[in-house]
């Protein structure tokens, strides 16, 4: 084994971690909030996760001291409601989600032998946004008017009329915040697993936790934005009135189920996810193998993906669906257990033909199993239409979920929390006082929630604040309530493990665990440049076939070893075979994530307390900040000081054409175009399915206007593509008159549509096809406003001489938000306006 | 773009199940539209075309992805790239799997009304 | 778990193979991963002997066995639900009782033929027992859903909508039911009292309520006072119109109260029918249901109360 410890560093190499540690490094004092490394915003993420934990988990023991006895008077109804629809909240948007980015985001990078993520900005901007709306969603609580409709927000209970104060528009504005920064990092983790792989590592070779985050962020850019899309028709209809869920008006309560768990059951394997990914890293290091049938779980990880989509309407099986359709989602959720099953058997082989090793992190992981594989079992017994019937909202379904993600995520995320400790800290923690948690809290939660089972067998149902002795569930109910405390001493003794560890813990060894992968390959506590050179990697399993890398890395022999210009940067790899693609320039740290974030919880604040001019400014706000972040990019001379390169590395990102930007807006109008189809559903569902819709004779909509704006678009299109593949040709002739040009037609194009609202005099407080139509609008008028913009900035980019022949990469990124414009626009006058005038009227 | 219809490229790991996908939204979409405008008289039972639409668009989604999936293994057969032949073997169990999903998922047609 | 239904049986059976299945599954899954562990000796395999038992575990653990157990699941526990749907019986129609939810309590109406008024009651459900019927569901203001746990699984109660469950009681009995979807303040105190009868019984006790209502005289002082205060949301058959008095406008309904005397307990469940105890449910429903839909009495003084309630408890058919 060859270790740091054994580098000779030459003046020279000292001189380049001298250097490094200058362009990484963090800066201290209020300078601190404008970091973006992701080693840093990824702890930040963590920490944040774990307070919300604690938090959460406090409620929670609320509500089992509540229904610890019976006829108990702990908490008034009113109180209880909020208590456990903020603790549903908040472990599931607060704690799960976040700290799993956090992980992801931290140890991305590290396993990829990349430097940082692709837009570490972003990581900054999200991680404020998720800040924010944490802080915003949490002091409803302390003012004591939190939500209390439960976690789902079913309406009408969530309405106006039958949630009256500001609760149900903390979680409807607090939450929309929070999905941002899980969108934001959702859509750089898949740009940064595609695209910035060292060298030589294929798709085929990166590490399985890789794949597994991959599938998460890729499951989070699609399913988070039907949510976002409810929220925000939620939230119209209790600011405004607008009918969308409201029967009178030709809505549908019904509609928001669909949204809800559209997104909701997603959530669940958005979670569950990243825990196994932890899982199919632990066990081939301590089974002392490779992980045999890496094959079968890539495919049960696409499979899981997929099928999870699937799902959603098994949360609404008793809501009065045809049986052929629920049969539908019954068999699809069936379908889950063989993804699932084949991992755990994949697992079990990797143990039966290594050599396992039980060591604190293993036990976790045995944990997992234990709690994982009868949550699974109770889920297919679930999705069985007639049981579901019966058991449906009782306090089984609770004890079944919470089966699933304590065992799904929690234990495997307190493995990895044992696993890389060292990697953090550079210390062990303790194999005593961690014991004696894991039994604490293993113990503890199955007491609690296996008698759960039976109690909601019994007939108790989910959210009573309090039963009656006659029933029969008080012994059950404070079995519960013990074990819950039992648990919560668990945690305790776990906060002290992890606190007394920083301080006593003895030294770790370079890779304590005898682990594969190259986040062991770096110093500890880690470097915030990560890898002074980025090797070259062929393997699954760098480490164990090259174990000589910690050195050689820290020693500067591998690539991207060169300081001099005082840029960040990483590599850009081919997403397919990880052959060097462009040297990928970093942005430095910046004010923008904080100033922008800062502006959009203005909006949110004074949306809560209705001053909605202010929220008008303050969204204007955002967005110049938003636009001035954009300008600092690509040949500005603020983040690029200096463009030469060595001869022999791969030109900088934005001389390319396919940089990462690229990709990054492509992922980008992935969550966009999914908001775009659950606002069609939304159309076509009302239209066909609510008792009440009115759909007028004839559209109010203007169809010669309407054309018009679409020919604007379209013209607008064609020429940019015309210049843009004028430039791949490096011909840059009447770029910068081009660029203002068609800017010009998207502007045309805005004003036409803000014509057509206008003259069409919709009525969307008093029905719901107008509310829609109206949404729409302003959604493909948002997006015309922003193409304008976008090809104006890049006129005078052009002008600054920051894009041309020489520095191609913008327009590309610009003509792709053209082309999702020009679907978007003219599938949308199909639907609003062809099939309306071709069916009729009649609904 | 030639390249990625080739069955062994990755962008194929997701191919079965995006057919698979559509083909669900299409039957629970179909389902549900045909139930709003045209719903059957409940004494029919399952004997309606409801029932038979979907039914045969199960039986064609799972032979064309079956078909896809004996294509994806004699391409993983025909390759010499390692790589090629990876993602040819892995897709072409994804496009068994969907195509079992697709019958599994559609044959409670045969017991079931579909309005009720 | 004690079912006295059809439907509910059919559950309990399907519950209990799948427990007992379950439980076989998760035992020999753990007992193999512990397994590895408790090993000391290894053989020396070759890469394609490993390839081999990989092949062996993940095929017939990872595929094999979920693919038979689910196959199993969907053949012979899906077709269950079938016996919910309400498909036309033999022998013609089953009898229908529309159940209307509001926060918190339950409007129960028995369809009347032509242009017969229905029967409308509240908070007690009466049913004939030995024969399927069909409940019809909607709700007037959130998403309810109407549980009776001992009969079969539970249906949302959605505005708007419609939607039908079918259920049978075996034998006549009383069983207990419950709002199953969380629908506000006092989700947990809205209980529904659902009674069994035999089909003689159950047509004479709808007959009872079917005849029209006697006038209710207007000169007794707890007449004049249910007027003043109470008319306004509550119905009570029979009632002089002249009496009401409609001046305070209310955007929500109260229960009927046409035979309220005869219903088992007060405020959807919360409280037992006792002499008295209507008297004690005005002055004190704050308290006992807290949040519930209708206005504190503190303005009415408590010998009123007691009148208004004296009298409600007369009110039987």
């Known amino acids: ?843 | ?116 | 778990m004690d079912p006295a239904g059809p439907a509910a049986s059919h559950q309990f059976w399907v519950w209990w193979a799948m427990l007992f299945f379950s439980v076989v599954v998760a035992l020999v899954v753990f007992a193999l991963w512990l397994y590895t562990f408790r090993r000391r000796e290894q053989p020396q395999r070759t890469p394609r002997e490993e390839q081999r038992i990989m092949l062996r575990w993940v095929l017939g653990g990872g595929v094999l066995l979920p693919v038979v157990s689910i196959v199993a699941l969907l053949v012979f526990a899906a077709p269950t639900g079938r016996g919910m749907l309400p498909l036309p019986l033999p022998e013609g129609e089953a009898e229908r009782i529309e159940v209307v939810g509001h926060q918190w309590w339950w409007e129960i109406r028995y369809p009347g033929e032509e242009d017969e008024p229905d029967v409308v009651t509240a908070n007690r459900l009466v049913m004939p027992a030995g024969e399927p019927v069909d409940f019809r569901l909607t709700s007037a203001d959130v998403i309810h859903s109407f549980w009776i746990p001992r009969l079969g699984g539970k249906r949302d109660m959605v505005p708007g909508r419609h939607s039908t469950i079918r259920l049978e009681a075996s034998e006549p009995g009383v069983f207990g039911a419950q709002c199953a979807e969380f629908c506000g303040a006092q989700h947990t105190g809205m209980l529904l009292h659902v009674e069994a009868l035999e089909r003689d019984d159950y047509d004479a006790w709808l007959a009872e309520r079917r005849s029209p209502p006697e006038p209710i005289g207007d000169e007794a002082d707890a007449v004049r006072a249910f007027g003043e205060h109470c008319a306004a949301c509550h119905t009570v058959a029979g009632f002089p119109e002249a009496l009401v008095d409609d001046g305070v406008a209310h955007d929500i309904v109260g229960p009927d109260l046409t035979d309220i005397g005869s219903r088992p307990t007060l405020g959807a469940g919360v409280l037992p029918m006792e002499e008295g105890a209507i008297a004690y449910w005005l002055q004190h429903h704050q308290t006992l249901k807290p949040g519930n839909r209708m206005p504190p009495h503190n303005h009415i003084d408590t010998e009123t109360l007691q009148d208004i309630g004296a009298w409600l408890e007369t009110m039987e058919p």
């Open chain 1, 1 to 843: 084994m060859s270790d740091i410890k054994d580098a000779t560093l030459t003046p020279e190499v000292q001189r380049l971690h001298k250097g490094m540690q200058e362009v990484w490094g963090n800066p201290k004092g209020l300078r601190a909030l404008t970091v973006v490394n992701h080693t840093t915003v990824g702890l930040r993420f963590m920490v944040t996760g774990a307070i919300f934990f604690l938090i959460g988990g406090l409620l929670a023991m609320l509500i089992r001291t509540q229904l610890a006895f019976p006829d108990n008077n702990f908490m008034s109804p009113e109180v209880y409601n909020q208590v456990f629809t903020m603790h549903g909240t908040v472990m599931m948007f607060l704690f799960a989600i976040p700290i799993l980015e956090g992980l992801a985001i931290y140890m991305i990078p590290k396993m990829l032998g990349a430097r940082d993520l692709v837009c570490p900005r972003l990581t900054a901007f999200g991680y404020f946004c998720y800040l924010f709306g944490g802080i915003i969603l949490f002091s409803s609580l302390i003012l004591e008017m939190a939500p209390a409709s439960g976690w789902f927000m079913y309406t009408p209970l969530s309405s106006g009329e039958y949630s009256p104060g500001p609760g149900s528009d903390f979680w409807l504005l607090g939450i929309t915040f929070v999905e941002i920064s899980a969108l934001s990092a959702g859509v750089e983790l898949v740009v940064s697993i595609l695209r910035t792989r060292t060298q030589g590592m294929a798709l085929h070779k990166m590490p399985l936790f890789a794949w597994y985050i991959l599938a998460m962020a890729l499951m989070i850019v699609v399913g988070f934005p039907p949510l976002i899309l409810g929220s925000i028709l939620l939230e119209l209809e209790r600011a405004t009135g607008m009918p969308f869920f409201d029967v009178a008006g030709g809505g549908d309560p019904v509609l928001w189920a669909h949204l809800f768990w559209l997104f909701g059951h997603p959530e669940v394997y958005i979670i569950f996810l990243p825990g196994a990914g932890i899982v199919s890293t632990l066990i081939p290091v301590f089974a002392g193998r490779p992980i045999v049938g890496y094959g079968w779980v890539v495919a049960a990880i696409i499979i899981m993906g997929f099928v999870s989509f699937g799902l959603w309407v098994h949360h609404m099986f008793t809501l009065g669906i045809p049986q052929l359709a629920l049969a539908f989602f019954s068999a699809a959720s069936m379908l889950v257990a063989i993804p699932t099953a084949i991992q755990i058997f994949v697992w079990l082989s990797t143990l039966w033909l290594g050599r396992p090793r039980m060591t604190l992190p293993m036990l976790w992981i045995v944990g997992f199993l234990v709690i994982f594989v009868l949550g699974g079992l109770t889920g297919v017994m679930l999705a069985l239409v007639p049981f579901n019937w019966q058991v449906h909202d009782t306090h089984f379904v609770v004890a079944h979920m919470h089966y699933v993600l304590v065992g799904g995520m929690l234990f495997p995320l307190m493995a990895g929390l044992y696993y890389w400790l060292p990697q953090v800290s550079g210390r062990m923690p303790s194999e005593r006082l961690g014991k004696w948690s894991f039994w604490l809290i293993f113990l503890g939660f199955n007491v609690t929630f296996l008698v759960m089972h039976w109690t909601g067998l019994l007939g108790m149902r989910r959210r009573v604040f309090t039963y009656d002795t006659a029933m029969g569930w008080d012994i059950y109910n404070l079995i519960s309530s013990v074990g819950g405390f039992i648990m919560s001493a668990g945690v305790a003794l776990l906060i002290l493990d992890i606190a007394l560890h920083f301080r006593f813990g003895k030294k770790a060894p370079q890779n304590p665990w005898g682990a594969d992968t190259l986040e062991w390959a770096m110093p500890k506590p880690p470097t915030p440049y990560n890898f002074v050179s980025l090797p070259k990697v062929e393997t699954r399993h760098p480490l164990w076939e090259e174990p000589e890398l910690s050195r050689t890395i820290y020693e500067g022999q591998h690539g991207l070893a060169n300081i001099e210009h005082g840029r960040r940067e990483t590599w850009g790899s081919d997403a397919l075979t990880g052959k060097l693609r462009e040297t990928i320039h970093l942005p430095s740290n910046s004010w923008w994530p904080l100033f922008s974030s800062l502006a959009l919880a203005v909006v949110c604040i004074s949306l809560l307390v209705r001053v909605y001019w202010v929220a008008a400014l303050a969204a204007l706000v955002a967005v110049v900040l938003l636009l001035r972040w954009s300008w600092e990019n690509g040949a500005h001379p603020k983040v690029a000081p200096d463009a030469t390169l060595e001869p022999s590395e791969p030109p900088l990102h934005f001389h390319t054409m396919n940089g990462p930007g690229v990709w990054t807006m492509s992922v980008s109008h992935l969550a966009n175009g999914s908001l775009y189809l659950s606002l069609l559903f939304g159309w076509f569902y009302l239209w066909t399915v609510a008792p009440e819709w009115q759909m007028p004779e004839s559209s109010p909509l203007s169809m010669p206007l309407l054309v018009l704006a679409g020919a604007a678009l379209t013209l607008g299109a064609f020429v940019l593509s015309k210049l843009v593949r004028r430039l791949r040709r490096r011909n840059d002739v009447g770029l910068g008159g081009g660029m203002y040009l068609i800017g010009v037609l998207g502007v045309l194009q805005s004003a036409l549509i803000g014509i057509v609202i206008w003259q069409a005099e919709l009525a969307p407080i008093e029905s719901a096809h107008d509310a829609t139509l109206l949404v729409a609008l302003v959604y493909v008028l948002i997006h015309a406003l922003l193409g304008a913009i976008l090809c104006l900035l890049q006129g005078l980019r052009v002008g600054y001489g920051f894009v041309s022949a020489e520095m191609p990469m913008e327009p590309v990124v610009v003509l792709r938000l053209w082309h999702y414009n020009l679907v978007v626009y003219w599938t949308l006058f199909v639907a609003i306006w062809v099939m309306p005038t071709l069916l009729g009227g009649a609904s």
């Open chain 2, 1 to 116: 773009m030639k390249h990625l219809l080739s069955l062994t490229h990755p962008i194929q790991l997701v191919g079965g199940l995006t057919i698979w996908s559509i083909w669900f939204v299409a039957i629970y979409g179909g389902l549900s539209v045909a139930c709003a405008v045209a719903p059957p008289d409940p004494l029919r039972d399952m004997w309606t075309g409801i029932n038979l639409a979907v039914g045969l668009a199960t039986l064609g989604a799972m032979a064309l992805l079956l078909l896809l999936s004996w294509a994806a293994v004699l391409a993983a057969r025909r390759t010499s790239v390692r790589r090629e032949c990876y993602f040819g073997n892995v897709s072409a169990g994804i496009y068994l799997f969907s195509a079992g999903a697709t019958l599994f998922v559609g044959y409670p047609v045969i017991f079931l009304p579909p309005c009720l």
